[in-house]
């Protein structure tokens, strides 16, 4: 850790601090909505509720670690000497990715019927794959195993985000105009938010100062965690609800 401007450590908590509240509040409110989609969608949303809340708890363990790692002293925050502990971050992703992935598969058919089940099972495989590779970059000192491990990591990467484009492409035309858009906006979300990790890792390497580049890694994970979390399981149960109302509402039920 390097020495941080008042200004800059407590962007950074509090941006940890929103992320603990966003997370929390999705937790509620994918519950809570549970009951407004059709049975076969309520698996999406409790997925959803899974990761947000196991996010939520390792933004409270990594605000713990952040804070505990530097020491205010003579009007700047010194490192205490205790480390930051990033592998909350990469244990959260290594339980949560492939939980985004499954909770998509829950709403949209992903493949034909039977072999759409091996489909997302590879993108689970190829995301854990990407969190394992990634990690011992991170926490590297070395540029140079930086960026071999970043793009080793890479190839599982592009490989998911290829697939789920074809693959949602592909469902879009069986689907009603209402839920085309929605599953389209996700798509677009899906390669914005996920396509932010690969460029905030790259901070360091891009010349970034060093106290720079942890605000900008630090913020720049926790925004894209909020959007790729909270904000995609907002996406989800509302191409549930489309769905739901495509075929014919809750009344089907009674
Ligand atoms: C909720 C958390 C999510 C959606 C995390 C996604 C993480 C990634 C897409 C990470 C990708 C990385 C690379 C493609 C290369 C560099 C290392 C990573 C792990 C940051």
Redesign the pocket.
Known sequence: MTILTSLQYSLITNMFSFTIAAMGAAFIFFLASRSQVLPKYRGALLISGLVVAI?CYHYVRILESFTGAFTFTAGMYQPSGKPFNDAYRYVD?LL??PL?LLELAAVVQLGARAPGQGLTAKLMLAAVL??LT?YP??ISTSMTSRAVW?AI??IP?VYILFILWVKLGEVLNKEKAEVQVLIRNTRWLLLA??GF??I??LLPQLGVDPSSSVVGVQVGYAI??VL??AGYGVMIYAIASAKTEAEGGLEVLA
Do not use: H, N, Q, R
Request: glycine share 12%.
């Open positions: 996010a992703w949560t990715v985004l990407m969190i990634g970059g991170e970043g990591s890479t990467f938010t996920w990790y690969p905030t890792y894209a965690d790729a979390k």
